[in-house]
């Protein structure tokens, strides 16, 4: 059964940082490229970052400098490190294979300015 599970969301103010996990299980995750979603109150959901199997990774130019994707292949585990966290950084953030699998239930991120 497929499962991710997010976790590390929270409230914090501009400036400040958090540092997002995401478990997995039922996939093959060391052979699975991985991102982190976010999608904000009447928005899209939108990918931020990405991380191929390798260990490659992109990111959307809003998050650029301030966030870094990796992942340890060994616990199946993905984070999601945020620096610099802006008010428009607000959403509930997501993480997901590519292709994906079904969505977990989210993380919650609230920047205060």
């Known amino acids: 059964q497929v499962q991710l599970v997010e976790s590390g969301g929270g409230l914090v103010q501009a400036g400040g940082s958090l540092r997002l996990s995401c478990a997995a299980s039922?996939?093959?995750?060391?052979?699975?490229?991985m991102g982190w979603y976010r999608q904000a109150p009447g928005k899209q959901r939108e990918l931020v970052a990405d991380?191929?199997?390798?260990?490659?990774?992109n990111y959307a130019d809003s998050v650029k400098g301030r966030f870094t994707i990796s992942r340890d292949n060994a616990k199946n585990t993905a984070s999601l490190q945020m620096n610099s966290l802006k008010p428009e950084d607000t959403a509930v953030y997501y993480c997901?294979?590519?292709?994906?699998?079904?969505w977990g239930q989210g993380t919650q991120v609230t920047v205060s300015s």
């Open positions: 991380i191929s199997r390798g260990g490659f990774t």
């Open positions: 997901n294979s590519i292709p994906a699998v079904p």
């Open positions: 039922g996939i093959i995750f060391s052979r699975t490229a």
